[in-house]
């Protein structure tokens, strides 16, 4: 739970405290874990695994957020009166879940002024991540969308390398269109163009950064 941006100030007593309000949730590989337009009751950390939070539009998938381990999400039906989950979320891997009911995270932020301080502050990262995208979908081309997006999910969820940064997660090339916003065969297409430049390898769906650098200079 240290792992938590919001809770990232508690004591040991104070998250044991915490602890005890989260249930553990088990997921299968592929397994919903709620939808969009669903009635929202709980507020979701990742243990461990990998969530993907997403929308279908006109009948095409857009990936909104993939979260790992120390990542909530759920937050938004939990706190917002007579709001619906605003997207679906669904286990990429086997993944372990704490869920916290609403009424018991409402009690806990009533009673914990630092708790919404901290959470209000995680929020507007969020925020600004989003302005990013939407400057990103205005003024980038795709090409670029997806290099931003591999350098991302490097700074987010890579393991240094000693030939690189390596994305800890398969990625599938219409995993990565739905995150960016174009088609499989682009992603295609440029992932071989950033092999040929030896700037990434992909080995079983995980992706290297070979030259972050260099992949920086191509924006
Ligand atoms: P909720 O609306 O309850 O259910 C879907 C969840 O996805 C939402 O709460 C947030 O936790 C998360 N979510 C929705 N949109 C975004 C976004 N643009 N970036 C990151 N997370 C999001």
Known sequence: LKEVPFFCDFSFDELAQVRKLFI????KKGAPIFFEGDTG?????VKSGLVKIFRFDRSREVILALFRDGDYFGEMAVLQTNQVRSASAQALESTV???????DFQ??????????LNLVDSLMDRLRRANEQIED???????S???????????GHGVSQENGLLINMKL???????MVGTVRETVTKVLLELQDKFLISIDKK????KDKGALEALL
């Not at 553990?24 to 997921?27: F, I, K, V």
């Not at 009690?107 to 919404?116: R, S, V």
């Not at 599938?172 to 739905?178: K, L, M």
């Open 41 to 45: 009751e709980e507020l979701f950390i």
């Open 137 to 143: 979908l205005t003024f980038l081309d795709a090409r």
């Open 145 to 155: 969308r997806i290099i931003k997006t591999l350098l991302m999910l490097g700074n």
């Open 172 to 178: 599938t090339h219409q995993q990565i269109a739905d």
């Open 107 to 116: 009690t806990l932020l009533a009673n914990t002024p630092k708790l919404t």
């Open 24 to 27: 553990e949730r088990r997921y």
């Open 97 to 103: 879940l704490y869920a916290m009911k609403r009424k």
């Open 206 to 209: 995980f992706i290297l950064l």
